[in-house]
Nanobody, 126 residues
């Protein structure tokens, strides 16, 4: 059984930085494309970033591009999301996702076969 556990969320002020981590257990981490999604209150879950298992390339939503960096450590089964210059609109629950296919990298949507974490809250105060 594949499990994902996020950490690193919290309450920060506008302009601050935050690093989220996600540890994956029970699967073949090195063969998963790893991504982050977020869901703000009253809004749908949206794509944030993804890093490919095969190429190592990363892709970002326009809303975080230039302010965020996704990285992975296959030795530690961990994916990280470094977010800088946080804005109030970054407030959301952030979810880690593991995709054993190429769907997430290609479409920025997670397939039904993807595995999800339970989420970690990020709150940015003004």
């Amino acid at each position: 059984q594949v499990q994902l556990v996020e950490s690193g969320g919290g309450l920060v002020q506008t302009g601050a930085s935050l690093s989220l981590s996600c540890v994956v257990s029970g699967g073949t981490f090195s063969r998963y494309s790893m991504g982050w999604f977020r869901q703000a209150p009253g809004k749908e879950r949206e794509f944030v970033a993804v890093i490919s298992w095969s190429s190592g390339r990363s892709y970002y939503s326009d809303s975080v591009k230039g302010r965020s960096t996704i990285s992975r450590d296959n030795a530690k089964n961990t994916v990280n999301l470094q977010m800088n210059n946080l804005k109030s609109e970054d407030t959301a629950v952030y979810y880690c996702v593991a995709d054993p296919t190429d769907v997430l990298v290609i479409t920025f949507n997670a397939p039904d076969s993807a595995y999800w974490g339970q989420g970690t809250q990020v709150t940015v105060s003004t």
